[in-house]
């Protein structure tokens, strides 16, 4: 009977870890609420980020006002890299825009290339933030390489098949995550 409840007990602590590794370290609007400035002061010296429906809509070049956004970005004195799951086609003439070095094909949430964003940057875990709106490859995979990741809400509802499925357990998940939050404050 011991052994049984041991294993149960293990089991709910994997799920509780399993779960907790798909949380935000925070949730925003957009990237118009994130306080750059403030993130700098913390140590914070290269973003890496996500394109579409975290800066533009799916799909849409990069606007003036994201231009204006990265600039800001740059004159803090942070590095930016663009990762990706798109082909280069669609990643580098966004990168070019915003002056941002890239990284396509990026096959998140793997690890790989959020390691190899950090070495473009010449950033580690601690000195790097992520950007992204969705939770089972931008921010599992930053939280799998120990990244401070903030989660922005959709830009456009339009999306893919393949992620409009996604969002049904997301819903889920930061359900979860704003239940924690509101009993750990």
């Known amino acids: 009977i011991l052994e049984v409840l041991r294993n149960l007990q293990n089991t709910k602590y994997r799920e509780k870890r399993m779960l907790e590794s798909l949380y935000p370290d925070k949730y925003l609007k957009s990237v118009d609420e994130i306080d750059f400035e403030e993130y700098y002061k913390q140590g914070i010296r290269g973003i890496i980020s996500d394109i579409d429906n975290t800066l533009v809509p799916h799909g849409a070049p990069a606007d003036e006002h994201i231009i204006n956004v990265f600039e800001k970005i740059h ?7 663009l ?4 082909k280069e086609p ?3 003439p966004f990168a070019d825009a915003v002056n941002s070095k890239y990284i396509f094909d ?10 190899k964003a950090m070495k473009i940057m010449g950033t580690n875990e601690e000195t790097t933030l992520f950007l992204g709106d969705q939770i089972f490859t931008d921010v599992w995979g930053a939280n799998r390489v120990g990244i401070k990741s903030i989660m922005v809400e959709k830009i456009n509802p339009k999306e893919e098949i393949q992620i409009v499925l996604k969002r049904i357990p997301e819903k889920f998940i930061l359900w979860n995550w704003r239940r924690k939050n509101k009993k750990s404050k």
């Open 106 to 115: 990026a096959h998140k949430p793997s690890k790989k290339n959020y390691i």
């Open 75 to 81: 004159q803090l004195g942070i590095e930016t890299c």
């Open 83 to 86: 990762i990706s799951n798109n």
């Open 90 to 92: 669609r990643v580098k």
